[in-house]
């Protein structure tokens, strides 16, 4: 079974602090993806990636930086974080060579940040 | 508009009723489309693809509708487990996949 893998199920920040989100997959998968998710609004993409030290924004990628250094691993960087970043994290992994797949996402479980 | 729109529901059926959704898209380039299930407070999960002669599997069923651009997945002989959320996913290019914001169904005894 695929597994993937969030580093921290609950976390509570206040303004301004940095946070790091991590996340693993021990499939092999080329893509890696970071969500957010709010009531009403949906999954919205963050960032993905094709291949390790690739990235590419996605649709709400303002206040977020990535890091892709080895091909299992995706960490989801919040620089200074706001409450308006409040939000479910979800870090989702696909195969797929040389661009994204057409085929099954698999997520993990979710990090839910409180920023106070 | 919204690239992709679901009825947010709730919808509330009893036990064994029959119930369906629908999902409609904009783009209508899009080349694949699948449905996910999200229990509360969990991550989602493949339930099923949709091809374009339609497709089933066990008791659900999913279908396409190019000429009007959308989606639809019918659940018969509803079961309490089945009580989630619906989520519509369509992948409008190769590197473009869109999620709708759910349709929740709750099926009461």
């Known amino acids: 079974d695929v597994k993937v893998t969030q580093s921290s199920r609950y976390l509570v920040k206040r303004t301004g602090e940095k946070v790091f989100l991590e996340c693993v997959q021990d499939m092999d998968h080329e893509n890696m993806f970071w969500y957010r998710q709010d009531p009403g609004l949906g999954l919205r993409l963050i960032y993905f990636?094709?291949?390790?030290?690739?990235?590419e924004k996605g649709d709400i990628p303002e206040g977020y930086s990535v890091s892709r250094e080895k091909k299992e691993r995706f960490s989801l960087i919040l620089e200074s974080a706001s409450t308006n970043q409040t939000s479910m994290y979800l870090c989702?992994?696909?195969f797929g060579v040389g661009g994204p797949s057409t085929g099954e996402l698999f997520f993990g479980e979710g990090s839910r940040l409180t920023v106070l | 508009r919204k690239e992709v729109e679901q009825d947010p529901g709730p919808f509330n059926v009893p036990e064994g009723a029959t119930v369906a959704f629908n999902c409609t898209y904009s783009?209508?380039?899009?080349?694949?489309f699948f449905w996910y299930r999200q229990d509360c407070r969990k991550e989602p999960k493949l339930l099923m693809s949709?091809?374009?002669s339609g497709n089933e599997d066990g008791r659900f069923t999913a279908q396409l509708n190019r000429a009007s651009q959308y989606i639809s997945l019918l659940i018969r002989d509803s079961k309490l487990s089945d009580s989630a959320t619906y989520l519509c996913?369509?992948?409008?290019?190769?590197?473009?996949?869109?999620f709708g914001s759910g349709t929740r169904l709750s099926i009461r005894p």
């Open positions: 989702a992994s696909s």
């Open positions: 996913v369509v992948y409008s290019s190769a590197s473009k996949i869109i």
């Open positions: 990636s094709y291949d390790v030290k690739m990235k």
């Open positions: 949709v091809y374009s």
């Open positions: 783009n209508s380039a899009s080349q694949s």
